[in-house]
Nanobody, 129 residues
């Protein structure tokens, strides 16, 4: 399994970026996909996730209303559209995949780092003030 993240860069406050995570070696219908981020001097934190069904409505409070996830199952790709970016969004953004082993997963479970078996290499997002 490989996860390839791309799309990071330098943007001014209020700007937008779109990240992509292309997955290979896994079946889209069997994996939940998520984005996490780790800012300088901070712990890794959950950003958002899409379920195996393609529903992408799991978001961290810090990004709700500004970030939007989408999933193209045919392309095995998950996108993270980031709008109204703030300096505190500066981080390395990584995508991750978790095999779905139960019919129902809570929102809290979806945000847990330990669920995710596979991780991409990360892409740097820097928001200047």
């Amino acid at each position: 399994v490989q996860l390839q993240a791309s799309g990071g860069g330098l943007v001014q406050t209020g700007g937008s970026l779109r990240l992509s995570c292309a997955a290979s070696g896994l079946t889209a219908s069997s994996y939940d996909m998520a984005w996490f981020r780790q800012g300088p001097g901070k712990e890794r934190e959950f950003v958002g996730a899409c379920s195996v069904s393609g529903t992408c409505n799991y978001y961290a409070d810090a990004v709700k209303g500004r970030f939007t996830l989408s999933r193209d199952k045919a392309k095995n790709t998950v996108y993270l559209q980031m709008n109204s970016l703030k300096p505190e969004d500066t981080a390395v953004y990584s995508c991750a995949a978790a095999p779905r082993r139960s019919v129902f997963v809570t929102a809290n479970e979806m945000s847990r780092t330990e669920r995710y078996n596979y991780w991409g290499q990360g892409t740097q997002v820097t928001v200047s003030s």
